[in-house]
């Protein structure tokens, strides 16, 4: 299927950006840069497309011309991702919200700009996906949810109805929320664990016995 948008520029040259990157070529979207850090771009997937050495060439197109996609994967205690979102946004830029087509995504969810919900995910309706969130290949986030600010639901995670989540929150692999749980800010829930009551700010939840413990 073939995605009407301007021309886009990637954020980052990492597995995330190169999974990213696949999903627009799929969908007919043209990638006119990647920007990077990195000397080389070592995975195949971005051969024959522009390198720009670092983020401060991006400022060579301007704002009207281009869309950004943020390629930066989205790690437990690292604010780099958002921190890219917020200092392109105050310049102006803008981000665009990249959904694969084998994502299942109700027209009645609320999804703001600069999401990313990857193959096999699905977000049902009166979902709310809050700026810079990643909903990651196959994972699920079920009815009424509220996510916020720069989530990573990594993938297979699953999350019941009604799930409030802080900003800057991490949700495992594979990891179980059970329904009408909140989820306070930069919580991190370890891969597998299976969530049963409510967390506060700054915490981090292990699996299997769903150890608590406060971030410092």
């Keep these: ?58 400022y060579d197109f301007s704002p009207d011309d281009v869309i950004l996609v943020n390629g930066v994967g989205s790690m437990p205690n690292n604010d780099i991702r958002a921190t890219i979102h917020r200092n392109f946004i105050d310049k102006g830029y803008r981000f665009l919200t990249v959904i694969a087509d084998s994502a299942i ?17 699905v977000v049902q309706p009166g979902t709310q996906l809050s700026a810079c969130s990643i909903v990651n290949t196959a994972a699920s986030v079920d009815h009424d949810c509220h996510i916020g600010f720069n989530n990573h639901i990594a993938p297979g995670a699953t999350l019941s109805g009604q799930v409030i989540t802080g ?38 939840v292990y699996p299997a016995k769903n150890f608590i413990q406060t971030r410092k």
């Design 105 to 121: 995504v109700s027209e009645h969810a609320n999804i703001e700009e600069g999401c990313q919900i990857l193959h096999k995910a």
């Design 1 to 58: 299927m073939k995605h009407k948008t301007k021309p886009v520029i990637i954020i980052g040259s990492g597995g995330h950006a190169s999974v990213l990157l696949d999903v627009l070529l799929s969908q007919g979207i043209e990638v006119i840069a990647v920007s990077s850090n990195e000397s080389v771009i070592e995975r195949r997937i971005f051969s024959g497309i522009n390198h720009l050495r670092g983020n401060e060439a991006i």
């Design 167 to 204: 900003d800057n929150v991490h949700i495992g692999t594979g990891a179980n929320i059970i329904h009408c749980i909140n989820i306070g800010q930069k919580t991190v829930i370890g891969a597998g664990a299976t969530v049963t009551k409510h967390i506060e700010a700054n915490q981090i």
